[in-house]
T-cell receptor, first 115, second 115 residues
């Protein structure tokens, strides 16, 4: 089945630093999504990418959909303590051409921000 | 505008009992997805349902697990004769449709503990 490799597994940074994480896939996805999960909560959607090469920003977050459609990265600029959490990439494809269903998730990147 | 609701938030069962997890999608959403998350892992797709139909159950174990999304009422994920390995967080997500550019929004999850 499809697999997503997300790296790094964890990051420890100082407040104010920029952060970069990425996901690579063994197969093509039509959509890439980035989620953040806080302890005891469900994932919250940060950014959705629909087109190869697309670069999208949401405040201090920027994400790109790789040209090959097999990778994506997420950047967080000027990190703050509330950025702490687990970040997941997820790929979505089209099953049978018309129905978009399951998300395939990466293993997550645990981000710790020191004040 | 209420988000995806799941209950109970925590569920404790003894081995051999049944677990029923409920999910109410966001208002206006008719597509529901169930995912399972083991500690320190990403989410794994289980099943995708539309009202009264199972669209994709490729991630759901063939035995003991079942899911439904009736015309009226919440979606139910049912686990019969639970075993310790079923202990996990179960997340439900919903989307407005099953077409492209319809992001999945997640509920807070049900944490199942099997004693």
């Amino acid at each position: 089945g499809q697999q997503l490799n997300q790296s790094p597994q964890s990051m420890f940074i100082q407040e104010g630093e920029d952060v970069s994480m990425n996901c690579t896939s063994s197969s093509i996805f039509n959509t890439w999504l980035w989620y953040k999960q806080d302890p005891g909560e469900g994932p919250v959607l940060l950014i959705a990418l629909y087109k190869a090469g697309e670069l999208t920003s949401n405040g201090r977050l920027t994400a790109q959909f790789g040209i090959t459609r097999k990778d994506s990265f997420l950047n967080i600029s000027a990190s703050i303590p509330s950025d702490v959490g687990i970040y997941f990439c997820a790929g979505q494809d089209s099953a049978g051409g018309t129905s978009y269903g399951k998300l395939t998730f990466g293993q997550g990147t645990i981000l710790t921000v020191h004040p | 505008n209420a988000g995806v609701m799941q209950n109970p938030r925590h569920l404790v069962r003894r081995r051999g009992q049944e677990a029923r997890l409920r999910c109410s999608p966001m208002k206006g959403h008719s597509h529901v997805y169930w995912y399972r998350q083991l500690p320190e892992e990403g989410l794994k797709f289980m099943v995708y349902l539309q009202k009264e139909n199972i669209i994709d159950e490729s991630g759901m174990p063939k035995e003991r697990f079942s899911a439904e999304f009736p015309k009226e009422g919440p979606s139910i994920l049912r686990i019969q004769q639970v075993v310790r390995g079923d202990s996990a967080a179960y997340f439900c997500a919903s989307s407005q449709s099953g077409r492209a550019r319809n992001e999945q929004f997640f509920g807070p999850g049900t944490r199942l503990t099997v004693l």
